[in-house]
């Protein structure tokens, strides 16, 4: 029993013991824990070849679609699947914890691990963790949701200060791993790189402690990112449970010599001691599990080809007839030698590998496939000229052409940011070439992060963007060019017209190893929306060889949420999915909002000319704010305007729901303005009756009831009102209002009473 080990032993169970492992006390029963890398395939290596940046070959494993990929499917149910997948493939490696899911928000699309992350959007990004968390916990391994918090950035990971108003991070940067948390409990968190606000992730006790253990209520292990650890006695303190990898025994020295120079309470140690033990006698299960590998290949090529977007179609280009005697012309390096996975700690070694190329011919026997690369892939020593002359030859005689494009694997990687969003000037060459001598071209795509499309988008009638497409992305890749898959992806980050439009541009990547985030709550389409903004292609887009029609929608409300219910038809000729949006704005709201934000979504699946109703919940805490005068969620009693949809601006229906307010009743005191007194539903009658006295006494020279000089006025402090001569206002009644104000019975104070984290949002 850990209450029996010696301070020693305690402190060297709170460092691992090497790369991937724990420290093994046996005498104790305590085993070690087996951890590995990655959120969408296994990277588990030997001690002798570890490392955390991806350099280093490791055991093969399936090498399914990214989070970039996962996500734009929508789809919980194929997230839950993809989980229990790696769960398997996990336990058949003897590992304990996986370390995933990325949850962190794509603030800038320049963010170089962008393909690690599912949004730009937190609801999104939550339900889609909690999905794959649910997944690979089932299989009994660990998920380790990561990075908390605010790692939305490379550049400078280690060193710099996200700085974040209060409210922004509660409403955009917290709330994915508040939903990981309270619905998955993953059985480790993982701290970032970062600081916070000028404190360093791996010691903030606010964010370690008071917010994920005393208001979310999680009771699991919180292990830092591999090297995160600063101060390893002020992060133990904090609430850092583990620091990984091995410290060669630097940190369990300075965690046992602070204990014994009584610099750091024991029972912290000994709390953090006792979650290690915990979760080790948790782990210790038996790893002989099997996996299918043809199985977990299909898996990934189903996620590949429902995850990829079409964005664009004119003219019904794609599908092509795969039984047509037709001359295809496959052009691009990546169709050949595939990008289908980003660099850094989650490279994945594929138990084997699809390319798009093999995959069209084996899928049009009848058609005369012809290739060329068209482009050097990170090749300085390539012939661009040659490469593209060779293209256009090829592309003329085409009946048509399938030009692959993307982002060489140096643009975009763990430990570094893009500088932009343009594709490589000789891609672009290619394709302005190609599209000249034939206009049937097929654009598809391969990155992990958005490239800008404006300036080529409206030359080009067929754009597929297939992100990073994991192992069988080849191959599914063929499945939708050809229509035996339909594709049914949706955009989960906007895609602008040039980077000078996104949200952070100006910010970013900060300055003096200080990132402000200026542009506040309005991150992705919540900004465009609000500026009105032309974009490329609007989050939640996507379009499919079918079509669906909307009808139907009825709303209703209850104490614990708000139904929206809508009928989904399914008008074309094939079976298709269709991603239903809802989109909720609140009008009228105490403070500034977003337009329109998403509060819930479903993927529905449709045979031609069926119906399905589909019905939404939209739980009532996912309507609040964060307020700042209480420190509390609140949701406001307003006619909330609710939106349904195929995207954020293709809105179908919408309808308005009333729904009933919280008690709002902030602190006051002497110093608050008289527009808060008024506001207060105690303090309100109190000040109303100290102003009537000051308007009887000032007659004329008092404002005109709702005139721009009453709202001067209310501007000010009550306390000032006892400097201004002549009016009727002395600190006794001062006094008086502040000491009846607080003899009564507050709702606030009773919200405030409840147990911890009983008031946050979806707890």
């Not at 990214?66 to 789809?75: F, R």
């Not at 019904?316 to 289908?340: C, H, K, N, W």
């Amino acid at each position: 029993m850990t209450e029996n080990l010696s301070l020693d032993d305690k402190a060297a169970l709170t460092s691992g013991a090497s790369w991937w492992h724990t420290v093994a006390l046996p005498e104790a029963g305590i085993p070690a824990i087996h951890m590995s890398d990655g959120p969408h395939g296994l990277r588990t290596q030997d001690d002798q070849a570890a490392d955390h940046l991806g350099l280093n070959q490791s055991a093969p494993a399936t090498c399914f679609p990214p989070a970039v990929t996962l996500a734009s499917t929508w789809d919980t149910a194929l997230a839950e699947r993809v989980g229990a997948a790696l769960g398997r493939e996990a336990r058949a490696h003897g590992v304990h914890v996986l370390l995933g899911p990325g949850v962190n928000i794509k603030r800038s699309p320049l963010c170089g691990r962008n393909f690690e992350y599912f949004s730009e959007d937190p609801l999104l990004s939550g339900i889609l963790g909690v999905s794959w968390v649910n997944g690979v916990q089932s299989q009994g391994v660990g998920a380790s949701v990561k990075h908390y918090a605010a790692n939305n950035q490379e550049t400078r990971r280690m060193t710099i200060s996200a700085d974040i108003d209060i409210r922004t991070l509660r409403e955009i940067y917290l709330p994915a791993f508040r939903r990981v948390i309270t619905q998955a409990a993953p059985w480790t968190v993982m701290c970032a790189y970062n600081r916070l606000n000028g404190v360093h992730a791996s010691q903030d006790h606010w964010l370690l402690t008071e917010v994920l253990r005393g208001e979310w209520g999680y009771t699991g292990l919180v292990v830092s990112d591999w090297g995160a650890v600063v101060d390893r006695v002020k992060a133990l303190a904090a609430g850092l449970d583990l620091e990984m990898p091995s410290s060669q025994g630097a940190g369990p020295a300075r965690v046992a010599a602070a204990v014994r120079a009584g610099d750091l309470d024991e029972q912290a140690l000994d709390r953090s001691v006792a979650r290690i033990a915990g979760l080790a006698r948790k782990a210790a299960t038996d790893p002989a599990a099997a996996y299918d590998r043809d199985e977990h290949h299909a898996l990934a090529r189903e996620v590949a080809a429902r995850g990829a977007v079409l964005l664009k179609n004119d003219g019904d280009l794609l599908p092509l007839d795969a039984a047509a005697s037709q001359r295809i012309a496959v052009l691009g390096e990546f169709a050949r030698t595939p990008r289908y996975q980003g660099a850094g700690s989650s490279t994945v070694n594929p138990t084997r590998l699809d390319d798009a190329l093999s995959a069209i011919v084996a899928a049009a026997p009848s058609a005369t496939v012809t290739f060329a690369p068209a482009f050097g892939v990170d090749d300085p020593h390539a012939d661009a000229a040659a490469l593209r002359e060779e293209a256009v030859r090829q592309a003329v005689a085409a009946d048509v052409v399938l030009l692959f494009l993307g982002l060489p694997p140096s643009y975009e990687s763990e430990g570094y940011d893009r500088e932009h969003l343009e594709l490589p000037d000789e891609q672009t060459a290619v394709l302005a070439e190609v599209l000249a001598a034939n206009p049937r071209v097929a654009v598809v795509l391969a990155n992990g992060g958005v490239v800008r499309l404006f300036g080529w988008i409206h030359e080009a009638p067929a754009v597929l963007e297939g992100w990073l497409g994991g192992q069988a992305g080849g191959s599914a890749t063929a499945d939708l060019l050809f229509g035996m898959a339909n594709p049914a992806g949706k955009l989960t980050e906007t895609i602008p017209v040039r980077l000078a439009d996104t949200p952070a541009h100006l910010t970013w990547p900060g300055d003096d190893d200080h990132a402000v985030y200026g542009e506040g709550l309005f991150v992705g389409y919540r900004f465009y929306d609000a500026r009105e903004m032309d974009v490329s292609f609007p989050f939640g887009h996507g379009l499919s060889y079918t079509r669906f029609a909307y009808s139907g929608l009825r709303t209703s409300t209850g104490p614990t949420g708000v139904d929206v219910t809508v009928t989904i038809t399914n008008t074309g000729s094939r079976t298709g999915h269709e991603v239903v949006q809802v989109y909720v704005g609140a009008p009228g709201s105490r403070v500034r909002r977003a337009v329109r934000e998403l509060k819930g979504f479903a993927a529905v699946r449709l045979e031609p000319g069926r119906s399905r109703a589909v019905t939404i919940r939209i739980p009532r805490d996912d309507l609040a704010y964060f307020d700042l005068s209480t420190g509390s969620w609140l949701v406001e009693e307003l006619d909330y305007h609710v939106e349904v949809g195929a995207s954020s601006r293709d809105i179908r229906l919408s309808a308005a729901v009333h729904v009933t307010g919280d008690p709002r009743e902030p602190a006051l005191d002497a110093d608050a303005t008289l527009a808060e007194w008024l506001a207060h539903p105690a303090g309100g009658p109190l000040v109303t009756k100290l102003l009537a006295r000051v308007r009887e006494t000032l007659g004329d020279a008092y404002p005109e009831a709702g005139s721009a000089r009453e709202r001067g006025i209310t501007s000010m402090r009550l306390s000032q009102l006892v400097q201004l001569p002549g009016v009727p206002v002395t600190q006794q009644d001062l006094d008086e209002m502040v000491a009846a104000l607080d003899a009564q019975p507050s709702g606030q104070a009773a919200l405030d009473a409840q147990p911890s984290g009983q008031a946050a949002l979806g707890a």
